[in-house]
């Protein structure tokens, strides 16, 4: 057994920076890379993707990274956890195998392919078979949307992965995996940790969660400190150096910017938390009022004392349904009394709605320069504002209503209050709207299935 | 004496739907003790008003000498389907920190609060 091992955060999210993997690889020893391309809506313009062309519906730009680091990834036994998959992993996989031709690699490594995570051929029979797929936020039984629903994927764990890795896999691609499963697979299989290894895998997954957002745990928006963190151009993301007993390091390539330390890695811990004692993922639930942080040593944070509990026996389920149109239209007013002229232009602008007879779900007005993020909180403006940016957006079912706005917002250049500019991108564009469903489903409705050969 | 939070605490928040989650960790450990103290749900709910619509939830990470609020029906529907500018919530940390809270004299002399 290795004595610790380094596994590599490449990507924060699907268009994070596009260099940031390859000088993962590049640019020190690591074990392993991680790579995290699917956010919450992501499957469904997936889905839409692989609709129009059979070949597609998964991170496309995965194909050209492997294409740059897949050389000294084979060279260095590096290995590779993605869920880059999405709704395509065979795809996905094909392309991958494609490079690996090109690049003479054919036959010097093995791909492992994780699925099972797509539910949306199943919805009708797990919905017939009294399986509500209730909305975990709202309560709301997943029929009233069921005509609308785009895509249905549950969170898979770390288990697929770690048995891909077992039976030779170098490359690990899925689908919808969880974004923790993704660090703590490599860690299971390096320690042969048991599945009942509640505080190791607890110690695991919050690896996972600290170097699943990239940069935000090694400098980026760090609150803590902002003006003297090194060298952000150069940002360096974070790696994470586990080892058998589930403690672990927080570190960064030498030479890089940044900055890991115990206030960064605390405001990334805390970042997007709901109950902290338990933090449920498919592998178990790890309690983060147990995490102890320790600096160790430049850009190094020591992570002890994790506990864990049993995992539940339902995983989450993410689905996508379309939910109508929005538009955002936006102008800036300049001083004086710009705020005062960006609110006369509001008026004007709903009264012209109302009377083209318009209606929307909802129309919010904000004042971008003096309440847009605080709200009422930034208090009464000033009236030497240099200038305000006016930014309404609207939403509602019907596409025709958010497209007639989109009509208006220009002609209150010449129509409307003075002191006003802002207008060069043209109209804005008409976006649907696709949402998401949270729900959970027995763990024994859901089968993953791991394929692994050779590239 | 009113003492406001950017003195004391350091802060990151994100979303979950249409709920909205502040980590607020104090800038010292000493400082973290006031923080229980003083920023309440109750209070935080209170200073959000207009802009939360639903309940506050405090949970207490003694071992970071943080807490966690959870603002609920805070985001305009949450997700894509907010029309709001910050619609993933990232900018209520810092507007957590405007708020002030109340310090006795004796207190903030010895936490070496007062200028």
């Given amino acids: ?455 | 004496m009113r003492i406001q939070l950017t003195k004391l605490a350091h802060a990151r928040s994100g979303d979950k739907g249409d709920t909205a989650n502040v980590g607020l960790i104090a800038l010292r450990e000493d400082f973290y003790p006031l923080l229980v103290r003083e920023v309440t749900a109750e209070r935080v709910k209170q200073h959000f008003r207009g802009i939360c619509k639903g309940e506050v939830e405090r949970y207490e990470l003694p071992n970071l000498s943080a807490l966690n609020f959870l603002l609920h029906e805070s985001l305009g529907g949450g997700g894509t389907l907010s029309l709001m500018t910050d619609a993933q919530g990232k900018t209520f940390s810092t507007a957590l920190l405007r708020m002030e809270i109340d310090v006795d004299e004796d207190e903030a002399q010895t936490l070496g609060l007062k200028s």
């Fill in chain 1, 1 to 455: 057994m290795k004595e610790k091992i380094r596994i590599a955060s490449g990507q924060g999210f699907w268009g994070d920076l596009l260099d940031a993997p390859v000088r993962q690889v590049e640019g020190g020893p690591i074990d392993y890379l991680m790579l995290d391309y699917l956010a919450e809506v992501t499957m469904s313009i997936m889905q839409k993707q692989r609709a129009r062309d059979p070949m597609m519906g998964y991170a496309r730009d995965f194909v050209p990274l492997m294409k740059q680091i897949l050389p000294a990834c084979v060279e260095r036994t590096i290995r590779v956890t993605a869920n880059a998959g999405g709704v395509n992993v065979e795809g996905c996989a094909n392309a991958v195998r494609e490079v690996a031709r090109e690049l003479g690699l054919s036959g010097k490594f093995r791909i492992g392919l994780v699925t099972g995570d797509d539910i949306m051929p199943r919805i009708d029979e797990l919905l017939e078979r009294g399986i509500e797929l209730r909305n975990m936020d709202t309560g709301e039984p997943l029929s009233s949307v069921r005509e609308r629903i785009q895509s249905a994927n549950v969170y898979l764990g770390a288990w697929p992965m770690v048995e891909a890795l077992n039976r030779g896999a170098q490359i690990v691609i899925t689908g919808r995996a969880t974004d923790t499963g993704l660090t703590l697979a490599p860690i299971i299989h390096e320690f042969g940790w048991r599945a009942d290894d509640w505080d190791k895998l607890a110690g695991g997954t919050i690896a996972g969660h600290i170097i699943e957002c990239g940069a935000q745990a090694s400098g980026g928006n760090c609150q803590y400190d902002w003006r003297n963190i090194p060298d952000l151009a150069n940002v360096g993301f974070p790696i994470a150096e586990a080892y058998p007993d589930g403690t672990f390091f927080i570190t960064k390539h030498e030479g890089t910017g940044g900055r890991v330390n115990v206030p960064a890695v605390k405001e990334q811990l805390l970042y997007e938390m709901g109950d902290p004692h338990s933090y449920i993922t498919p592998d178990c639930i790890a309690d983060f009022t147990t995490v102890h942080l320790e600096d160790a040593g430049p850009d190094r944070v020591r992570v002890f004392g994790i506990k864990g509990r049993p995992a539940t026996d339902t995983l989450k389920v993410s689905i996508s349904y379309s939910a109508g149109f929005k538009a955002v239209g936006t102008l800036v007013y300049s001083w004086p009394d710009a705020y005062e002229k960006a609110q006369a232009a509001d008026r004007t602008l709903r009264a012209r709605l109302e009377r083209l007879g318009l209606h929307f779900d909802q129309i919010l007005t904000e004042f971008v320069g003096a309440n847009a993020t605080h709200g009422p909180l930034a208090g009464e403006p000033s009236p030497d504002l240099a200038e305000v940016q006016l930014r309404v957006g609207v939403r509602g079912q019907d596409r025709k209503a958010v497209e007639r706005f989109t009509k208006e917002i220009a002609p209150l250049i010449l129509t409307g209050p003075p002191g006003v500019t802002g207008f060069a991108g043209g109209r804005p564009k008409v976006e649907e709207i696709v949402a998401y469903w949270p729900a959970l489903i027995p763990k024994t409705e859901i089968a993953p299935r791991v394929e692994v050969s050779e590239a």
